[in-house]
Nanobody
Framework: QVQLVESGGGSVQPGGSLRLSCAAS????????IGWFRQAPGKEREGVSC????????TYADSVKGRFTISRDYAKNTVSLQMNSLKPEDTAVYYC???????????????????WGQGTQVTVSS
């Protein structure tokens, strides 16, 4: 059974850090680009970051550049999102998703992402 499971969410104060993990079962992430998305209350889901097949490229939303880092662990079949200097506006449910498109720049948004996780809540508040 193909499945993606996110973990690592929680509550943190502004300026804090969290590390999200996306674990795959039933398939290898090696041949998929993996994206992180988030949806805040009352807002549409937006792309946060993406890592291409072979880690040849990564992309970040302008709002998280310099604060978030996406990485892949081939041995563990996981993709992580290190989130530093968190802000209240980062509060959202975070989802990971996979696509067979090899390069993130060619995914054209969210439509080509096939498998999605159930999401993990991140709350940044003082």
């Amino acid at each position: 059974q193909v499945q993606l499971v996110e973990s690592g969410g929680g509550s943190v104060q502004p300026g804090g850090s969290l590390r999200l993990s996306c674990a795959a079962s039933g398939f290898s992430l090696d041949y998929h680009s993996i994206g992180w998305f988030r949806q805040a209350p009352g807002k549409e889901r937006e792309g946060v970051s993406c890592i291409s097949v072979g880690d040849i490229s990564t992309t970040y939303a302008d709002s998280v550049k310099g604060r978030f880092t996406i990485s892949r662990d081939y041995a563990k079949n996981t993709v992580s999102l290190q989130m530093n200097s968190l802000k209240p506006e980062d509060t959202a449910v975070y989802y990971c998703a996979s696509t067979p498109v090899r390069v993130c720049a060619n995914t054209g948004g969210q439509a080509l992402f096939v498998h999605w996780g159930q999401g993990t809540q991140v709350t940044v508040s003082s």
